[in-house]
């Protein structure tokens, strides 16, 4: 379930508003966007997926945590960190090049 937005890392851009399928979040002008429906969540991810500045924490648990404190999620490095595991990040390798079957086919090209 969406828990954070982090005040200091979001850049307004309200991607996060516009990406998510049940419409959780408000946006408000010249500030992050509001977690305004927080139980309408569906837990998909897709606004931290999406979210430019690993400025969101979504946790696995279906429910809501009792507490969340930015600081520890930042030192555990979990804001943002769906989207770096799913590959969605900048700099890193193309895991497809990886694949034994890519790269055969690469030697035959
Ligand atoms: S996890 Fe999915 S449903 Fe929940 S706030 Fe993010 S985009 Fe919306
Ligand atoms: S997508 Fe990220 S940076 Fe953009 S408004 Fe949402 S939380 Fe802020």
Known sequence: MIELISNSRCIKCNICVSVCPTN???KVPGA???IARQNDCQTC???ELYCPADAL???PQ???L???DEKSLIEAGLLGS???NIGWS???INQAQQDATYQLLKKIE
Do not use: N
């Open 62 to 64: 279906v429910e809501p």
């Open 90 to 92: 900048g700099g890193q």
């Open 66 to 68: 009792e507490s969340v």
């Open 82 to 84: 769906y989207r770096h």
């Open 24 to 26: 959780v979040f408000d």
């Open 57 to 59: 924490y979504v946790a």
């Open 45 to 47: 991810f897709m606004c």
């Open 32 to 34: 992050p966007p509001a």
